[in-house]
């Protein structure tokens, strides 16, 4: 527990920051808005006010500052703004809503659980299939000089290449294709995860010293041997270490795959929310997938205690 | 249907031929060591000319490596300022803020403890976030130009180098701090003198990792709204009309980009933490 | 003796562990006089190194009191009183051994030309003259160690403290820093505190031998060494280096006698 107070110091000063942000950011609106209910603001006009520094009409307009976190459409919307949204756009969606689960037995279009679970899908399927490939690579890699001395290197500069800027050109080439849905950005997904995966995996199964790999020698035992009895086991820390980048990936690739042709899901509402101004739905969203990759990242630390412990490495 | 035949002939065949470099008395050789990935990749674009050609792909789907190197030194008046925009404006500029506000933050909470146990746990948490997905607030607050497309990047690098420079500034012994307290060192005197070098290691760890994150982060905000200028401008428009060779002269561009600039830092780097372990093998 | 340069008095170090707390010192009493060199020697825990951190002001004790050059430990620390060297060299591998030698000089504020000299001069005391510009990585371990004592003497603090600095070296160049070490105090005459596990290092560099025990951690016999201070290596065999030697053992295993 004595870890967790300098956390909500933290956490509380940001929440702080945010709403006194907010104060500057929304403010030509909502000087606008007060002027269109009456009120007398400083300078007079809205044409007047835009050279004005933000931090200057604050200052000279303190008293019509009340609208500030209640802002449609704000450039800054508060936090309780975005949690409201949040809350609009899950629960009370799928629960109240028209099209909601609850009314129409499936979820609604309108739902963040809805296009969360579009991304969440492509994520997953491209993930898996990803970091599978990329493991069977780093098998590969390791037993195979030949495969390690062309391939590896690539493996290591990819990592410096923004893969990510393929990610339009997949989708787009690959509806031409007549492949549509989940499976396009799967594909992105499953290649960003990839690298990382080979690289990380790669190093873990080399990871046993010589002294190890020595031992094994003496016992006379043959290379699968040595890698289901000592190779494997020790690269699982590595591999799992990979697997968080991986997934972190994965989850980002899904998000971009999801602009160039928005069919539903996370990135589309992102992309959607700033086209229309619609900043609760943006940030709500932004926070949705937010909360996605820290429960999928958690999740793989879960399972990653649990093998640990299983193969007898107390944590 | 010779061209395919060909490409699988010459396929077996550089594969044989890197087979038999890498396992024979010569593997160690370091012209060895760089030939046989270079083999490699030039066949696989061998390969790709002759199976697309030959299979008569349609250059839509996918477009022979000549017709992209056409594109890319045909096009050059086009992607210099593309690069321009979205490296030398977007990444470079984010590059700088992001990793030296990140570098005096760390400073910050190596020197105040409560600071550390609070910021870091949550910094940690947000370097694994897509942080790509601000681009549009950032787009929407700081403009169509580079400034957004810079803005997108200081949030991507922050977190990640400043949990590797503050994990840098705590790796030294606790030996190490003490034989400065024997000279009466004051703070500063041993974060410049012990700490800072010693932290080198861990901040170039974190300002390679910067260098891919910058790019991405330029040209994935651009896919969110751009001038008419920048790589991630030039993908977008590019796929919207199916120019697809144009696509991937810009991908070409990129590549050479995200390569060159972690090279650079790499060379950097090396000339830095030549006293490192691990650049002494 | 005139006033003694460390003087120790009931001396009391407890830590509080998860454990409980673990007496560290108790009761330790001890005076060293100027120019003299004192061994402190005994089984692990048995708090030597913790007393040598204590007159260095790395440690804080928790009971008696404890005077270096007649002023508190911190102060001493904060005037840089002394030299410390530690188990390991600990010389930093982004500066050259000049480099690294200059670092308490930099930190006190030495003028350039000031730093030249003493770097110039200390490489030449313990018989590194040559070595200015090479890296430490480039040396062995014993010359590291002899790099890591030019550092402690450079600024000229009156008292050297040494953390079993030649502990992990081999024999043959332990000897040959032994002699050299010997040298360099009847050179500079400098008050020298040296924490170690080997007997015959103890007997054969000391002008006093401290023998402490653990659990707590104590005094339990302070010898005061009869032999000359010119002392040849083959020494080791005289007899009244064996009877000094034994001496040390048996107060060694009384303080054993409780396991």
């Given at each position: 527990m004595k870890a967790l107070g300098p956390i909500l110091a933290v956490v509380a000063a940001i929440i702080a920051l945010w709403y006194a942000a907010a104060v500057p950011m929304n403010i030509q609106e909502v000087l606008t808005q007060a002027e269109r209910a009456g009120a007398v603001v400083e300078p007079e006009g809205a044409m007047n006010r835009r050279d004005v520094s933000r931090f200057a009409l604050v200052l000279r307009n303190a008293d019509h500052l009340g609208e500030s976190w209640s802002m449609e459409r704000a450039r800054l919307p508060a936090p309780h703004q975005v949690i409201k949204e949040l809350w609009a756009s899950t629960w009370d969606e799928e629960v109240n809503g028209r099209r909601g689960i609850v009314k129409s037995g499936s979820l609604s279009n309108r739902s963040l659980i809805y296009h969360g679970s579009i991304t969440l899908g492509a994520t997953i399927v491209g993930f898996l299939i990803g970091s599978g490939l990329g493991i069977l690579l780093a098998v590969g890699i390791v037993h195979s000089k030949t495969m390690d001395m062309s391939v590896m290197p690539w493996a290591i500069v990819s990592q410096?290449?923004?893969?990510?800027a393929l990610a339009p050109m997949i989708i787009v080439v690959l509806y031409s294709i007549g492949v549509e849905g989940l499976l396009p950005k799967a594909v992105i997904s499953a290649y960003l995860s990839f690298f990382p995966v080979v690289v990380g995996m790669v190093k873990g199964l080399r990871s046993p010293d010589a002294m190890q790999t020595d031992l094994l020698r003496t016992y006379n035992a043959s290379k699968p041997q040595a890698f289901w009895m000592l190779r494997l086991p020790a690269s699982v820390p590595?591999?799992?270490?990979?697997?968080?980048?991986?997934?972190?990936?994965?989850l980002v690739g899904a998000i971009v795959g999801e602009l160039p042709v928005q069919r539903g899901g996370l990135g589309a509402r992102m992309l959607g929310g700033s086209y229309y101004g619609q900043t609760e739905q943006?940030?709500?969203?932004?926070?949705?997938?937010?909360?996605?990759?820290?429960?999928?990242?958690?999740?793989?630390?879960?399972?990653e205690g649990k093998t640990l412990r299983r193969m007898g490495v107390t944590p | 249907m010779i061209l395919v035949v060909a490409a699988v002939a010459v396929w077996i065949g550089a594969w044989a031929f890197n087979g038999w470099l890498a396992n024979g008395r010569l593997s160690g050789l370091a012209s060895v060591r760089l030939a046989v990935p270079l083999i490699f990749g030039a066949t696989v674009i061998v390969v790709w000319e002759l199976i697309v050609r030959g299979l008569q792909v349609p250059p839509v789907i996918l477009p022979p490596p000549s017709t992209i190197v056409g594109a890319f030194f045909g096009n050059f008046g086009i992607l210099w300022p593309d690069f321009v925009q979205t490296f030398a404006k977007g990444a470079l500029g984010g590059y700088v803020i992001g990793c030296g506000s990140a570098l005096l933050t760390a400073i910050l909470v190596d020197r105040y403890d409560f600071l550390r146990r609070g910021?870091?746990?949550v910094g940690n948490f947000m370097a694994a976030l897509p942080i790509v997905g601000t681009a549009p607030i950032l787009v929407m607050w700081f403009g169509f130009d580079w400034q957004s497309k810079a803005a997108v990047v200081v949030v991507m690098v922050f977190f990640p180098m400043l949990v590797n420079t503050v994990a840098g500034l705590r790796d030294t012994s606790a030996m190490q701090r003490d034989l400065m307290r024997t000279y009466g060192a004051s703070y500063w005197q041993t974060l410049f003198k012990l700490r800072f070098p010693a932290a080198l290691p861990f901040i170039f760890n974190g300002l390679k990792i910067a260098t891919t994150l910058a790019l991405i982060g330029a040209i994935v905000a651009e896919f969110f709204g751009s001038p008419t200028r920048g790589l991630?401008?030039?993908?977008?428009?590019?796929?919207?009309?199916?120019?697809?060779?144009?696509?991937?002269?810009?991908i070409v561009v990129a590549a050479l980009t995200g390569t060159a600039f972690y090279g650079a830092v790499a060379w950097l780097e090396r000339r830095m933490t030549f006293w490192h372990p691990s650049q002494r093998k | 003796m005139n006033q003694p340069v460390i003087s120790a008095s009931h001396l009391d170090l407890t830590f509080q562990t998860n454990d409980g707390p673990v007496h560290a010192l108790r009761d330790v009493s001890l005076e060293i006089g100027k120019g003299e060199f004192v061994s402190f020697i005994g089984p692990s825990g048995c708090g030597k190194t913790t007393f040598l951190r204590c007159i260095a002001g790395l440690e804080e004790p928790t009971g008696g009191t404890l005077t270096v050059n007649g002023l508190s430990p911190d102060a001493a620390r904060r005037s840089r009183a002394y030299g410390y060297v530690f188990q390991a060299a600990g010389l930093y591998p982004w500066r050259t051994i000049g480099g690294n030698i200059r670092l308490p000089l930099e930190i006190m504020g030495f003028s350039k030309e000031e730093q030249a000299e003493r770097v110039r001069r200390t490489l030449e005391l313990v018989d590194l003259a040559g070595f200015e510009k090479k890296f430490p990585w480039q040396l062995s371990g014993g010359m590291q160690q002899r790099a890591s004592i030019a550092r402690a003497l450079a600024f000229d603090a009156d008292i050297l403290l040494m953390d079993e600095p030649f502990g992990a070296l081999d024999e043959i160049v332990r000897d040959r820093l032994n002699e050299e070490l010997l040298k360099l105090w009847d050179r500079t005459g400098k008050t020298i505190g040296f924490v170690t596990h080997s007997i015959p290092e103890a007997v054969y560099l000391s002008t006093k031998i401290v023998v402490m025990s653990p659990r707590p951690g104590r005094i339990t016999d302070v010898i005061e060494s009869t032999l000359p201070r010119e002392r040849p290596l083959d020494i080791r065999d005289s007899a009244e280096f064996i009877a000094i030697a034994h001496r040390v053992r048996d107060g060694l295993r009384a303080g054993h006698i409780d396991d």
């Open positions: 410096t290449i923004p893969i990510v590595y591999l799992f270490a990979s697997l968080k980048i991986g997934i972190a990936a994965s943006l940030w709500a969203a932004l926070l949705f997938a937010a909360a996605m990759a820290a429960i999928l990242v958690w999740l793989i630390g879960w399972i | 910021l870091l746990p991630g401008f030039r993908i977008s428009t590019s796929v919207g009309t199916l120019a697809l060779d144009m696509v991937w002269a810009v | -």
